[in-house]
């Protein structure tokens, strides 16, 4: 009799565990299958994504005459892809993409609603489509080689005193980069005349030579030159280019020189042959700010893009756009 009431006792025990352990096993699983609130945000992709990707840039397209809204980052892609050849090498291309970010990023905390131009006058921009139909062939290697340059610099901004700079770059000096007070007739401290040497190997038109008609010469500069008349230089720049010269007795700065004769730099010297001025020239561009050619032999050296960057533009810092413009993305 107490044998089987032993038995009993044992049966229905065995028969309750049987009944527990499955509630042990399945709860934890449960809770598990069902996020905390805290979870689903940490999650979110938005935390994660850098500030100045919610910026947009309106872009007034000179041939439509439209203005297109265009996400940060793929107008600074754009930006690079159209000012400096693909085919630079990485720190280079990195170097002109914090130059093109942080251009825009000024321009957007002064303009107000104004639109930026893809032109000259402020950078020239292309959409992907555009450059499909200019590269071909070669977009898929172009296109990436940018990318990585862009994303690789991703919000990132040159900075002096705390306030975004004016980047300026041109594409090849001719041995150094000149005084922005020089050219522009404006003192800014971080565009000052530095040494470049690595243009004259590594750009291919850092020579240059043209012919122009006497009667034209003339024409675009006022003047009538007598026979063999070749003019005389009076000063020059620290960056070794013509501050000012005479001719036909007439003074001119190296500035208005170039504008007025389409020349490729203000280093520039001609002389009289036949019916003919030979102008020839050294360099391209304005020579303020970063030399693109520079920018690349310097990269083909080793330098980084940080490197590079502050040599060009003296004692500016690297900040975030939402470090230094914070209210820029606020208004927009």
Do not use: C
Not at 145 to 158: H, Q
Not at 229 to 244: A, C, D, F, H, V
Not at 294 to 300: Q, S, V, W
């Amino acid at each position: 009799m107490h044998q089987r009431i032993k038995l009993l006792i044992l049966f229905v025990g065995y028969f309750l565990l049987l009944l527990v352990i499955p509630a042990f096993i399945v709860s934890p699983k449960e809770e598990i299958k069902t996020p905390l609130p805290e979870e689903e945000s940490t999650e979110s992709t938005e935390s994660t994504e850098a500030p100045s990707a919610k910026l947009t840039v309106p872009v007034m397209r000179q041939v439509s005459g439209e203005i297109e809204p265009v996400e940060l980052e793929e107008y600074v892609v754009g930006v690079v892809a159209s000012e400096m050849p693909a085919s630079f090498e990485k720190e280079a291309l990195k170097a002109q993409a914090l130059a093109a970010r942080t251009y825009v990023t000024k321009f957007l905390s002064h303009s107000g609603e104004e639109p930026i131009t893809d032109s000259t006058a402020h950078q020239v921009y292309k959409s992907r489509e555009e450059l499909k139909e200019i590269w071909k062939d070669e977009f898929p290697w172009k296109i990436k080689a940018i990318e990585e340059a862009v994303n690789e610099t991703k919000g990132e901004i040159l900075t002096y005193e705390g306030r975004p700079i004016t980047a300026a770059f041109f594409s090849t000096s001719n041995g150094w980069t000149e005084n922005a007070k020089d050219y522009w007739e404006e003192d800014v401290p971080y565009l000052a005349s530095v040494e470049s040497k690595w243009d004259e190997q590594a750009a291919p038109g850092f020579h240059h030579e043209a012919s122009m008609p006497i009667i034209e010469f003339e024409e675009k500069l006022g003047i009538d030159l007598k026979e063999g008349e070749q003019g005389s230089i009076l000063e020059r720049t620290p960056g070794n280019r013509i501050k000012t010269v005479e001719i036909a007795g007439k003074t001119f700065s190296g500035r208005e020189i170039r504008e007025a004769l389409d020349l490729r730099s203000t280093d520039f010297e001609w002389v009289q042959q036949g019916e003919s001025v030979i102008i020839k020239t050294k360099g391209y561009g304005h020579g303020v700010g970063m030399s693109q050619y520079g920018a690349n032999g310097m990269a083909l050296a080793g330098s980084t893009y940080k490197e590079i960057v502050h040599h060009y533009f003296k004692g500016v810092e690297l900040a975030t756009i939402d470090q230094a413009v914070p209210a820029l993305l606020v208004k927009r």
